[in-house]
């Protein structure tokens, strides 16, 4: 169950939660959409939707362990910026948060292919249109 409520474009508003996860060489992490979900072959940053009773950071520490098997916790975990963007049937709101501190390798667990990209390569990855935004953001950063 996600959160939603309705706004006056008559779209509901879906809130998710997204991660740059950086490797110690400033690569961030991509994981691909998998066949059968919307937007399936595009890549993204890991994340998800927020369930009721969570934090968007507690969501993503949550997320990044079911997704990708790694572990971190609320307080390596940073806000950047957030996107905003209406899809036909949603309005998408999206924080996107910066970790640079986590245990594990991650790997792909829901069938995922997952890449790690220099910053200046995110544009070379088809992404979703409310991750576009994002990534001259993660460039001046990294």
Known sequence: MS?????????SILLVVACALIDADGRILLAQRPDGKSLAGLWEFPGGKIEPGETPEETLVRELHEELGITTKVACLAP???ASHTYEKFHLLMPLYVCRRFEGIPVGREGQAIKWVKPQALRDYPMPPADEPLIPILQDLL
């Not at 939603?4 to 008559?10: C, Q, R």
């Open 3 to 11: 959160a939603t409520v309705v706004s006056g474009t008559g779209h």
């Open 80 to 82: 950047l910026t957030f």
